[in-house]
């Protein structure tokens, strides 16, 4: 069993992932086994865009590891991607229900905030994430809607 140690930092394979410094990573990366990659893959899923994904990208720029460095960069973009798509379904999910709780066609909704409704559904399917500014509109045209009832 490869057990893997560090030295010359303050930090113990046993501490959490979020925890070891950058050359832990680096020699988790290069001389560490399963076990230790596992971990790695952990805290990437857990904040693919968190200070342990961005160290391993910086470790990878200048350290190839054999085998692992190719996985390690589809962990990152594969978490990257799942997480991107859950956020655009969540923002998907709250424009419907914005639609829904106006009490206005989608029609008149588009009117509302200013774009067409096949623009609109490409909101509502998913297909497209509108501006920051555009989802407080359409917000602020729902809530408008609520009250007018």
Known sequence: MNTLA?????ASPQDPVADW????????????????WRQLTR??????WGPVARWIEETLIWSRPY???????????????AVEAAEREAVATE???LVSESGLSRTEFASHI??????????VSG??????????????????????L
């Open 95 to 97: 424009i419907a229900r």
């Open 67 to 81: 085998g692992v460095a190719m996985a390690f960069e589809r962990a990152i973009s594969h978490s990257r991607d």
């Open 43 to 48: 805290a990437i899923q857990a904040e693919p």
């Open 21 to 36: 410094p950058l050359e832990a990573i680096q020699t988790a990366l290069e001389r560490g086994g399963l076990g230790d």
């Open 127 to 148: 297909k497209v994430t509108p501006s920051a500014a555009l989802l407080l509109r359409m917000r602020r045209i729902a809530e408008r809607s609520q009250s007018a």
């Open 6 to 10: 560090f030295r010359n930092v303050d």
């Open 114 to 123: 200013g774009t067409s409704p096949s623009r609109l559904s490409t909101y």
